[in-house]
């Protein structure tokens, strides 16, 4: 928004993310995943799940001398959020996570996903539906959840996450996507979809990359992510 200074100017001030949204660190990873993974993924894939030898304390962390550290082999965790609108299109993130497939399927060695999507609202039935028959035909290096969150744990999961998309679309062209200022806040890099106004808020190339189609989104995750 644009206000006035004392010499008649106006600035314009940015929305900033709350404070206690920041990077998540190992011990407070391991805690979520001990409280969510359960409710959030009850049938992860044995894929997801490191060998025995690795001892692990979850899916994403390792005990070392008593003390929790992320695993190297651990999964890539995408965090998205939504209000399952027809505002956001995630059959472009379904195109996506094809390609992604197909990357890993060329033996591109890129690390296993975990895609999480947090909200409610009335199209989340369909798209589960479509993540189901991809996961059963189609995908094996790729889980997909969608799950409500606590408020409180929202911002934990967020700071574990390695890229955050943004399918956000104003019909408007002026509201800017707050879940992006959340994603910087907690240091994720932001892969977002393309409209009027998200150059106000997302410059690509340098604070994140913007994107139109799942085809785009896709190449966007594959280059974003380290190999494994």
Known sequence: MGRANERGHRAILHDRPPTHFSRTGAIHQADLCRRLIPDLCPELPESFLPGESSQPETAFTILKAGMPELRPDRPALLLSSTSWTADEDFSLLLTALDKY?????????LPKLLVVITGKGALRKPFEKAVAEREKLRWTDICVRCHFLPAKDYPTLLGCADLG????????GRDLPMKVVDMFGCGVPVLAKGFGCIDELVKHGENGLVFDTGEELGQQMIVSLPLS
């Not at 497939?101 to 060695?109: P, R, V």
């Not at 998309?165 to 408007?172: K, Q, R």
């Open 101 to 109: 497939q197909e990357a890993i399927n060329t033996e591109t060695k």
């Open 165 to 172: 998309v943004s399918l956000h679309t104003s019909s408007s």
